[in-house]
Each structure stands twice: as C-alpha cells, then as structure tokens.
C-alpha cells in the first residue's frame, strides 16, 4: 500500500521558519523524483520545488527561490522541504508528490498558516 505522510505544518509568524517531512512507503522511494506542492484557498494547486531522484537537481517556483530548500534522504524514504523567511502569501496546503513515468502519487497535505 502506498502511502506519503506530511507532516511539520502549522501556524507560524511572518518572518519565520518551517520545515515539512514527507516519509514514503509502499513503493522504491529512491526510483522517484519528489516535488512539493502547495495550494492556496481559491487558487489551484501550483509546484514549489522539486528534487529528482538522486538529489542531482532541483527546481524550485520563482516565488520561492532562495527561502525554501528541498532535500530528501534516500535511507529513510523521507522528502524535506525547508522553509525560512515564510511570508503570509505562503499559505497553503503543502502536499508531497512522488513521480516516475506514468506512476504519480499524492499525500493528504499539512496546512501552512503564516499570520502575525
């Protein structure tokens, strides 16, 4: 059974820092490129940042560059997503997404409230 299990969301101030675990299993993590999303009220799903398998390369959203750092450890099939300087438009639910071909699959999401 597959499943991606979010965690380390919450309420934080602007200015501030989070970070979000993503653990995996059911599948060959390491085989999977691993991307966060997020999604906003009223606004759709967008792509924050990406990692690819081997951690060779990652992307990230230009409304996110130089704040958020995405990492993953292969050796406990867990997704990282670090994030400093976090602003009030950065909330959102936070989702983790595995991919490889035509195979895809979605967490439940943490939500991310950033408000003073």
């Known amino acids: 059974q597959v499943q991606l299990v979010e965690s380390g969301g919450g309420l934080v101030q602007p200015g501030g820092s989070l970070r979000l675990s993503c653990t995996a299993s059911?599948?060959?993590?390491?085989?999977?490129?691993m991307s966060w999303y997020r999604q906003a009220p009223g606004k759709e799903r967008e792509l924050a940042a990406m990692?690819?398998?081997?951690?060779?390369?990652?992307n990230y959203a230009d409304s996110v560059k130089g704040r958020f750092t995405i990492s993953r450890d292969n050796a406990k099939n867990t997704v990282y997503l670090q994030m400093n300087s976090l602003k009030p438009e950065d909330t959102a639910v936070y989702y983790c997404?595995?991919?490889?071909?035509?195979?895809?699959?979605w967490g439940q999401g943490t939500q991310v409230t950033v408000s003073s």
């Open positions: 997404n595995a991919e490889r071909w035509v195979q895809r699959y």
């Open positions: 059911g599948f060959t993590f390491s085989m999977y490129r």
């Open positions: 990692i690819t398998s081997d951690s060779g390369s990652t």
